[in-house]
């Protein structure tokens, strides 16, 4: 059930099997910078969705995720301009993210319209020097690594925090 929020764009989320979850959040939590830290390791699917679209946005959400997990992989260390993530391939979660932007088309954000480049992000908003020394600290000893995507997420965005607004687990 989603949670009743009057304001604040919609953000749409991936997140984890339990494991990859907890291994990338004690990442975060390590390396992001803690006052901006203000929201769990996840995937963005989507940035910025308008808030009249709840209802429908809710129900394709739910019919995404009455499928098996889809398959991802931890395919890389990827540079950001300030900071690191892990690229994510996973062509069953692109295809869910390409029926959404298509029911959404009209609406979505610059952001959104994008080629979207799927990613964790580990460490933002830090030095250059900093990210590089992270991300070869990171590349050093990474190898791909398979998990499952357990569930898609609803937040609204609150000028900085989010607000959790629903859970849609993927059918085990």
């Known amino acids: 059930m989603i949670r009743a929020a009057a304001h604040g764009p919609r953000i749409v989320t991936a997140e984890f099997e339990p494991a990859?979850?907890?291994?990338?959040?004690?990442?975060r939590d390590l390396h992001y910078p803690a006052e901006r830290n203000?929201?769990?390791?996840?995937?963005?699917?989507?940035?910025?969705?308008?808030?009249?679209?709840?209802?429908?946005?809710?129900g394709?959400?739910?019919?995404?995720?009455?499928?098996?997990?889809?398959?991802?992989?931890?395919?890389?260390?990827?540079p950001l301009e300030e900071g690191v993530a892990y690229r994510?391939?996973?062509?069953?979660?692109?295809?869910?993210?390409e029926e959404l932007a298509d029911a959404f088309a009209g609406l979505l954000?610059?952001?959104?319209?994008?080629?979207?480049?799927p990613h964790v992000t580990i460490q933002n908003k830090v030095k250059p020097r900093e990210a590089r020394a992270l991300q070869a600290e990171l590349a050093k000893d990474f190898h791909p690594a398979a998990c499952k995507v357990a569930a898609l997420r609803l937040w609204a965005y609150r000028d900085g925090p989010w607000e959790?607004?629903?859970?849609?687990?993927?059918?085990?």
């Open 20 to 27: 990859t979850q907890a291994r990338l959040q004690a990442l």
């Open 109 to 117: 954000s610059p952001d959104d319209l994008r080629l979207w480049s």
């Open 38 to 58: 203000r929201v769990p390791a996840h995937l963005t699917l989507f940035h910025h969705l308008p808030p009249s679209i709840d209802a429908e946005l809710v």
């Open 164 to 172: 959790a607004l629903g859970r849609f687990p993927f059918r085990l």
């Open 60 to 78: 394709r959400l739910k019919r995404a995720t009455a499928a098996r997990p889809p398959m991802a992989e931890l395919a890389a260390v990827q």
């Open 88 to 97: 994510v391939s996973s062509p069953a979660l692109a295809a869910i993210r």
